[in-house]
T-cell receptor, first 115, second 115 residues
């Protein structure tokens, strides 16, 4: 069964550094998403991406964040200058996109630790 | 704004007994409702969804959920729990009327099935 994959599983970085989190969505899916979960808190939506552009974003997704689909398979989340409060589990997801009711399929997550 | 409440942080049930994990939601339009399960070191796995139609929805691994519009609830159920069902369960909602694909999650309920 196809799965969303994410790399790395754990990333440790120093405050102020740039990080890029990588995801490979399911191959025939059209919509891609990033969510995050700060330890002990809810899973929160960050951004969705369709047809090579951002289709929705939350108030969390400020100028420090960007997303890109650099080739036909990868989908990346970049944090330009990390802060301590960016420490969280980051989940990538994808959905078929043909139907608004389509469910989203999630990857295993990348745990980002900012020190 | 849409929201989801999972009133129980943890549910304990003996193997073989029925289980219920509660979820209530708030949206201004018609809800699309989802249940996801998270096992340790794994991503969120889709279990089932309610879009429209029959109020009782059947999903993976013998789980089902009942949509109740008057109580704005979407409780997850299983007739006979297994130890392997022990995991973290998340309810999520989208509002059909907004056109937004972002999911809003509840805080999660840890299910512990005792042998």
């Amino acid at each position: 069964e196809p799965e969303v994959t994410q790399t790395p599983s754990h990333q440790v970085t120093q405050m102020g550094q740039e990080v890029i989190l990588r995801c490979v969505p399911i191959s025939n899916h059209l919509y891609f998403y990033w969510y995050r979960q700060i330890l002990g808190q809810k899973v929160e939506f960050l951004v969705s991406f369709y047809n090579n552009e951002i289709s929705e974003k939350s108030e969390i997704f400020d100028d420090q964040f960007s997303v890109e689909r650099p080739d036909g398979s990868n989908f990346t989340l970049k944090i330009r200058s990390t802060k301590l409060e960016d420490s969280a589990m980051y989940f990538c997801a994808s959905s078929r996109g043909n139907d608004f009711a389509d469910e989203q399929y999630f990857g295993p997550g990348t745990r980002l630790t900012v020190t | 704004a849409q929201s989801v409440a999972q009133p129980e942080d943890q549910v304990n049930v003996a193997e073989g007994n029925p289980l219920t994990v509660k979820c209530t939601y708030s949206v201004s339009g018609n809800p699309y409702l989802f249940w996801y399960v998270q096992y340790p070191n794994r991503g969120l796995q889709f279990l089932l969804k309610y879009i429209t139609g029959d109020n009782l929805v059947k999903g993976s691994y013998g789980f089902e959920a009942e949509f109740n519009k008057s109580q704005t609830s979407f409780h997850l159920k299983k007739p006979s729990a297994l130890v392997s069902d022990s995991a973290l369960y998340f309810c999520a909602v989208r509002d059909e009327g907004t056109g937004r694909r972002a999911l809003t999650f509840g805080s999660g309920t840890r299910l512990q099935v005792q042998p």
